[in-house]
T-cell receptor
Framework: EAGVAQSPRYKIIEKRQSVAFWCNPISGHATLYWYQQILGQGPKLLIQFQNNGVVDDSQLPKDRFSAERLKGVDSTLKIQPAKLEDSAVYLC?????????????FGEGSWLTVV | AQSVTQLDSQVPVFEEAPVELRCNYSSSVSVYLFWYVQYPNQGLQLLLKYLSGSTLVKGINGFEAEFNKSQTSFHLRKPSVHISDTAEYFCAVTPNQAGTALIFGKGTTLSVSS
């Protein structure tokens, strides 16, 4: 079974530029998550989708971050304009359902450096 | 709201020694508890999880954890570590209800040397 796929793996941009990350979850997984992991910290949830609907985006900085999950499968996370403090690893994850006991599977992450 | 505190940011140990990585949580509702491992430049991989039942949970790679409700702890243990166990370990919690995501601690770096 293929895991969670993310691209690009690495991205360096200048502040005020835009960037987009793509995620393909495990086949059949209804729930998709985007987490932000700043160096030295644990992952922090940005947004959670159930199929193509948003369950929780309370910690998403909506003035600059946006995310969508077209047709309930792939997802894109966009940052525009980027700030220096957005430098982090962006982890996409998926689970079979939204039940909190389900195992969440993580991708390898997209590393963003804003200079 | 829930929170997780990992009491040690770094734990250095020698190969074949036992290790304990400590995790405490705070929650006003029942929770599920998880330990994830992150190897360099990789995503997170589930080690083990506690949902209900026996408070001693066994996971992959010889790790185990014990849920202690009275002390709100979920410490991770391994009786004999290997060099390959060098990684970042994250404790996570989620409320026992649908539609809630994981809340992570800040992580503990386990460094195993020979």
């Amino acid at each position: 079974e293929a895991g969670v796929a993310q691209s690009p793996r690495y991205k360096i941009i200048e502040k005020r530029q835009s960037v987009a990350f793509w995620c393909n979850p495990i086949s059949g997984h209804a729930t998709l998550y985007w987490y932000q992991q700043i160096l030295g910290q644990g992952p922090k949830l940005l947004i959670q989708f159930q199929n193509n609907g948003v369950v929780d985006d309370s910690q998403l900085p909506k003035d600059r971050f946006s995310a969508e999950r077209l047709k309930g499968v792939d997802s894109t996370l966009k940052i525009q304009p980027a700030k220096l403090e957005d430098s982090a690893v962006y982890l996409c994850a998926s689970s079979r359902t939204g039940g909190s006991g389900n195992t969440i599977y993580f991708g390898e992450g997209s590393w963003l450096t804003v200079v | 709201a829930q929170s997780v505190t990992q009491l040690d940011s770094q734990v250095p140990v020698f190969e074949e020694a036992p290790v304990e990585l400590r995790c405490n949580y705070s929650s006003s509702v029942s929770v599920y508890l998880f330990w994830y491992v992150q190897y360099p430049n990789q995503g997170l991989q589930l080690l083990l999880k506690y949902l209900s039942g026996s408070t001693l949970v066994k996971g992959i790679n010889g790790f185990e954890a014990e849920f202690n409700k009275s002390q709100t702890s979920f410490h991770l243990r391994k009786p004999s570590v290997h060099i390959s166990d060098t990684a970042e370990y994250f404790c996570a919690v989620t409320p026992n209800q649908a539609g809630t995501a994981l809340i992570f601690g800040k992580g503990t770096t386990l460094s195993v040397s020979s």
